[in-house]
């Protein structure tokens, strides 16, 4: 039996990866890119891909001739990007970096902070420093599109055990809530023959309101809450948690 610890843990993202990125995810990414009005960004703009992973959005946004730079603090999932980044005939550049400590001041059009890679800190101060560090990034008036699973979505889905299977692996996923739903914690169980991998991922969970004052109070403004990636109201029809929000000019 292997553990890993969490997704600080490099061993953690190269394990799981074929549940954490399935083919589908990279068709959803490409397919939100051609039709969603939040991710619709003029030609050739500048744009940051924070927590980028192995590229699900940094290569379609490249192929489409955005200047694209992906961020991430995984060496696994960097070289899977440039690999992949390569394979499309496009051009990004990747930086091994904890998105507490990158800076590029005032560099990029567009900030992305995608599928729920925000929360994952153990004190709340780093996660409102990497808020600070999306706003920085941005030239005046650049924006930023933060997506996550929303405290309230969450309440509806948290559930037992969901079981995936995939290729020839078998995934056990138990979800508990903690700190009276401030944060939530994810305990995986990986069965792959007589291999059996355990990894359990804590981040904290946020609410339309609490994800807006923490954009506020890092300096954001005209600060839009969304439902969804078609521009759908936050409301009980909804099934993401989407924050666009921009720079003062």
Known sequence: MADTGGFQDDDFWSEFYEFLFPPERFSQAEELLA??????????????????????????LARLGHRTTGVDRSPAMLERARKLTAEAGAQAEYVRADVR?????????TVLNMFTSFGYFEDPADNARAMRTMHDCLRPGGSLLLDVAGKEILARRV?????????????VQTDSVLDDWARLRSDWVLVRGERVTRASLVWFVYSAVE???????????RVEVFGGFDGRPYDEDADRLIVRAYRPR
Do not use: W
């Not at 400590?101 to 059009?109: E, M």
């Not at 559930?159 to 995934?171: A, D, F, Y």
């Open 211 to 221: 994800l807006r004052a923490m954009a506020v109070a890092a300096g954001f403004e």
């Open 35 to 60: 039709t969603s009005p939040l991710l619709s960004f003029p030609p050739g703009g500048r744009v940051l891909d924070l927590c980028c992973g192995p590229g699900v959005f940094t290569v379609p």
């Open 101 to 109: 400590d990158y800076t590029a001041p005032g560099a990029f059009d």
């Open 159 to 171: 559930v037992p055990p969901k079981v995936v299977r995939r290729g020839g692996g078998l995934l």
